[in-house]
């Protein structure tokens, strides 16, 4: 028989770590990847129909969302997941968002204000812009587990980030 396989790849899990996912063992990181990355997904692509159809009210119901993944213990599309598309795919329930990614969904709301008023100016390629970069790296951790705002997070609040690693 041959050697065991890591249940998930070292470098998915260093990625989630870095997400604040550190107290699960190897399964529950790989039975949690997909939920987990499902919001971003989720508001991925809210953020790009707002953008390609210069909707200002469809960017503030992302940024509304993105708000309440900063202020509650699990994203909005968390509960949609949970309640339904994990029995679907036949997954766990994922856990609470850890301060990291509510950290990340905080600065999505703001960046999301920010493009908002440059719309609303008449700043639309600044909007573009900004929207664009956003999207950018929201693409970047949903692909990848990759989270830019997080290692933000940790840089600034988490002491404990070395021990982590």
Not at 36 to 54: E, H, K, M, N, Q
Not at 59 to 70: D, K, P, R, S
Not at 109 to 134: E, H, P, R
Request: proline letters at 5%.
């Amino acid at each position: 028989m041959d050697e065991k396989k890591p249940i998930i790849s070292p470098t998915t899990k260093r990625r989630l770590i870095v997400q604040g996912y550190y107290c699960y063992s190897d399964k529950e990181l790989n039975d949690y990847k997909y939920g987990i990355r499902f919001a971003y997904y989720s508001c991925d692509l809210l953020v790009i129909l707002g953008l390609l159809l210069t909707n200002s009210w469809i960017l503030a119901v992302a940024m509304t969302i993105a708000f309440l993944g900063w202020l509650l213990p699990k994203h909005p599309f968390d509960y949609l997941y949970n309640y339904a598309i994990r029995y679907m795919i036949n997954k766990p329930e994922i856990p609470p968002r850890t301060k990291q990614v509510r950290f990340a969904c905080g600065i999505a709301a703001a960046w999301l204000c920010g493009t908002i008023i440059l719309f609303k100016y008449g700043l639309d390629i600044w909007g573009y812009s900004a929207g664009g970069l956003l999207v950018s790296v929201a693409t970047l951790v949903a692909t990848t587990d990759i989270c830019i705002p997080s290692m933000i997070y940790n840089a600034l609040f988490n002491k404990q980030s070395d021990q982590m690693k």
